[in-house]
């Protein structure tokens, strides 16, 4: 019997138990070795969705870790036919996160990967913004050299233009807002900014405006958990 590694969504939000679908507890019940970015949280996540999880009974990794051994040792577990979870920080396995490198030797080792559904603040904000959700592109970070900055930017903008496509980027909470001053003053007026902050929280915010209608807001994002979208296409 093969492998079956299963692809865990956690929460964005730790109050938002509920975007979880019960079908992820059933999957992590068939499992017997868990790797997460964040042990810690992960098992705080484990036991909000369910109480009946005994954690300890599970062999946990941190993905993090040591990256050759605990690619050594996924590959071991892979052989010896064992079920396992891998879990994000946040959102979903495999997006914007280091789950990737394992999902890769899974394939390569041809075992069953099976990806459950659950929250992506990529796409949730992508969802609620408004913009192209056909064309599209996740960045990333953007440089912190404030010139190397200036550049993405103008490119992103170029790119959003030429393509007809999203460009969707993130930044360190605590320069959450500095990303949004440099865009205002470096990109057209006419370009559109969607801001989504929050998601699956009671704070959720996401709104979508032009450069210009932004400069007439007063925002305070900071240490905020927030995606940016940039859209200049027609």
């Known amino acids: 019997m093969k492998s079956q590694v299963y692809l865990i969504p956690s929460v964005i939000d730790e109050s938002a138990t509920q975007t979880i679908p019960a079908y992820v507890i059933g999957a992590i019940k068939q499992c017997q070795v868990i790797f997460a970015e964040n042990e810690r949280t992960a098992r705080r996540f484990l036991k909000s969705i369910c109480k009946e999880i005994i954690i300890d009974e599970y062999?946990?990794?941190?993905?993090?870790?040591?990256?050759?051994?605990?690619?050594?040792?996924?590959?071991?577990?892979?052989?010896?036919?064992?079920?396992?979870?891998?879990?994000s920080e946040a959102g979903c396995p495999?997006?914007?996160?280091?789950?990737?490198?394992?999902?890769?030797?899974?394939?390569?080792?041809?075992?069953?990967?099976k990806p459950l559904v659950g929250p992506s603040s990529i796409l949730l904000a992508l969802m609620a913004s408004g913009m192209n959700g056909q064309q599209f592109e996740f960045v990333g970070?953007?440089?912190?050299?404030?010139?190397?900055?200036?550049?993405?930017?103008?490119?992103?903008e170029i790119s959003s233009q030429k393509k007809n496509s999203t460009q969707i980027f993130i930044e360190t909470p605590y320069r959450n807002n500095q990303l949004l001053e440099?865009?205002?003053?470096?990109?057209?007026?006419?370009?559109?900014?969607?801001?989504?902050?929050?998601?699956?929280?009671v704070n959720e915010y996401v709104k979508t405006k032009s450069v210009a209608d932004w400069k007439k807001e007063k925002m305070d994002f900071h240490k905020k958990p927030v995606i940016f979208l940039l859209y200049a296409g027609v």
């Open 59 to 87: 062999e946990w990794f941190t993905i993090h870790k040591a990256e050759d051994e605990m690619i050594h040792t996924f590959r071991q577990k892979i052989s010896a036919e064992k079920n396992i979870a891998i879990i």
């Open 94 to 113: 495999g997006i914007a996160d280091p789950g990737q490198i394992l999902i890769a030797i899974a394939q390569e080792m041809n075992a069953d990967v």
């Open 141 to 156: 970070y953007l440089p912190i050299d404030s010139l190397e900055r200036n550049k993405s930017i103008i490119s992103l």
């Open 182 to 201: 440099t865009l205002l003053k470096t990109c057209k007026i006419t370009t559109k900014i969607c801001i989504a902050a929050e998601l699956t929280s």
